[in-house]
């Protein structure tokens, strides 16, 4: 089994692990229209995760690379391959963004579990004297 020092890694581990399945990012499908027309859709493009097309189909883009729109074709990598979709077959666009509510959550159950980890190794290396 784990030794006394361990224990409170392999614990704390757990906790992580369990923390992060939990997920700060988040993936919310926009009519592709009011996204392409706002101020921000340079910003938005960033992380465009995939699309929905008019006919139903679903695609999803590449993990690590960006979408961007050159003249009426939104420009993207799907299993590596350079693809050009007319942004007038478009109907949704999938927007990966950070939850800020998940991600405070995460942070104080990290903040938490690390106090605790401390505290429990601190408290098995005192000595009681028993008089």
Known sequence: MLTPAH???AS?????????????HQINRREAQTVLQSSTSADTLKKVVG????????????????AFVRGDTLQAQVDKQS?????????????ESVNPTKTSWLVLGILVA??????????????????
């Open 51 to 66: 699309v929905t097309l008019k006919d139903g189909r679903d695609i999803r883009f590449d993990a690590k690379t960006r």
């Open 114 to 131: 690390a106090f605790f980890a401390i505290g429990a190794l601190a408290a098995s290396q005192m000595e009681y004297a028993i008089p």
């Open 12 to 24: 704390l581990c757990i906790v992580l692990l369990a923390l992060n399945s939990a997920g700060c």
């Open 83 to 95: 693809v050009g979709i007319p942004v007038s077959d478009l109907q949704r666009l999938w927007v």
């Open 7 to 9: 224990r409170p890694t």
